[in-house]
């Protein structure tokens, strides 16, 4: 069974820093792209970041471009979210998420998310 | 950037069939794809590259693509199926991947 656990959530000062981190297990990892999804409270869902199975390719809302950076340790199973000059608007529950990479003639290229984690909460408030 | 357009409610009696659309520019050249979320709950994928449903999944639920509209179809609507809904499309132009507003279930 596949299971996405984020860590890393809780409350930061406007402008301060935090490092999420998501632990994957009952999957091979390194052989999944991953991303990050997060859900402000009472709204929809924000897709943030996301990153190729070898880390060869990143891609970055650009809500979050030049201030979050999207890694992972594929010998420790983990992904890392590192969140710098936070703002009140960056509140939200943050979901790890496994991506679907794909390409078709008929479409073209193609991204979606199978598999969540259960989300950890970040709360940017002075 | 790319926009996609979901009502924000929709109501249904158990046992009929709910429809459930999402607008885009062209979304038909797009693969569309579902989700569904309850409360202090993950989002599941209920349907994706359009049509297709992960294991699991019940086949009241269906999808279709067409032209500016896709629409999550969900037949013989059952009371656990009241949720908030998301359609989810790959921008190819921006590499971003994009989310529709969201529409909540009511089932009444």
């Known amino acids: 069974e596949v299971q996405l656990l984020e860590s890393g959530g809780g409350l930061v000062q406007p402008g301060g820093s935090l490092r999420l981190s998501c632990a994957a297990s009952?999957?091979?990892?390194?052989?999944?792209?991953m991303s990050w999804v997060r859900q402000a409270p009472g709204k929809g869902l924000e897709w943030v970041s996301g990153?190729?199975?070898?880390?060869?390719?990143?891609y970055y809302a650009d809500s979050v471009k030049g201030r979050f950076t999207i890694s992972r340790d594929n010998s420790k199973n983990t992904l890392y979210l590192q969140m710098n000059s936070l703002r009140a608007d960056d509140t939200a529950t943050y979901f790890c998420?496994?991506?679907?990479?794909?390409?078709?003639?008929?479409?073209?290229?193609?991204?979606?998310?199978?598999?969540w984690g259960q989300g950890t909460l970040v709360t940017v408030s002075s | 950037s790319y926009v996609l357009t979901q009502p924000p409610s929709v109501s249904v009696a158990p046992g009929q069939t709910a429809r459930i659309t999402c607008g885009g520019d062209?979304?038909?050249?797009?693969?569309v794809h579902w989700y569904h979320q309850k409360p202090g709950q993950a989002p599941v994928l209920v349907v994706y590259d359009d049509t297709d449903r992960p294991s699991g999944i019940p086949e009241r639920f269906s999808g279709s693509n067409s032209e500016n509209t896709a629409t999550l179809t969900i037949s013989r609507v059952e009371a656990a199926d009241e949720a908030d809904y998301f359609c989810?499309?790959?921008?190819?132009?921006?590499?971003?991947?994009?989310f529709g507003g969201g529409t909540k279930l009511t089932v009444l």
């Open positions: 989810q499309v790959w921008d190819s132009r921006t590499v971003h991947v994009v």
């Open positions: 998420v496994r991506t679907v990479i794909s390409f078709s003639s008929e479409k073209g290229n193609d991204y979606y998310f199978p598999y």
């Open positions: 990153i190729s199975a070898s880390s060869g390719s990143t």
């Open positions: 062209n979304i038909g050249s797009k693969s």
């Open positions: 009952g999957m091979t990892f390194s052989n999944y792209a």
